[in-house]
């Protein structure tokens, strides 16, 4: 992965610039949302030191959400990018990930449906969706995960 020598933002896969296009004009494309493109309650709520938001604050925060419309949850997803390869935990890539028995997982997957909207020429729906096994024993622990995100396709 390159990050933006400058603002540390996740540059797209490919490019060999140093910087992105907020710090140079003809920098390479960023995989992170440029600053103030997204307006949200979250980003208000204040956190600990270690970065966790305190359980009153996320219940209340929780609590005034409306469901969004097609349009709120078209414009809230940042696909990954063709050819990314690596974590996309420190980028601003949209993923979700769905862990517990079968009964919980399926039940919330059904939540998760209007993804499948998503798919078209330009974007794909990725979904991982597997048994989970216990580390050290590598034995089936009869719970499942599901992981979701939106990918741009290959040109």
Not at 131 to 140: E, N, S
């Amino acid at each position: 992965m390159t990050f933006c020598a400058d603002c540390g933002v996740l540059l797209a896969p490919g490019n060999a610039e140093e910087c992105c296009d907020n710090c140079a004009p003809d920098g390479a494309p960023t995989v992170s949302r440029e600053k103030g493109d997204l307006v949200s309650s979250l980003e208000g709520l204040q956190s600990t030191k270690s970065g966790h938001i305190l359980k009153k604050d996320a219940v209340k925060w929780l609590n005034s959400l409306d469901k969004p419309n097609q349009v709120e949850l078209k414009r809230s997803v940042l696909p990954k990018p063709a050819g990314f390869e690596g974590s996309t935990h420190e980028t601003d890539i949209s993923n979700i990930r769905i862990s517990g028995d079968a009964r919980f997982v399926e039940t919330f997957a059904g939540l998760m449906t209007c993804l499948l909207d998503f798919e078209d020429d330009e974007t794909r729906v990725e979904l991982n969706l597997s048994r989970t096994k216990v580390r050290d024993t590598k034995q089936y622990t009869g719970n499942y995960a599901l992981y979701l995100s939106v990918a741009e396709r290959e040109s």
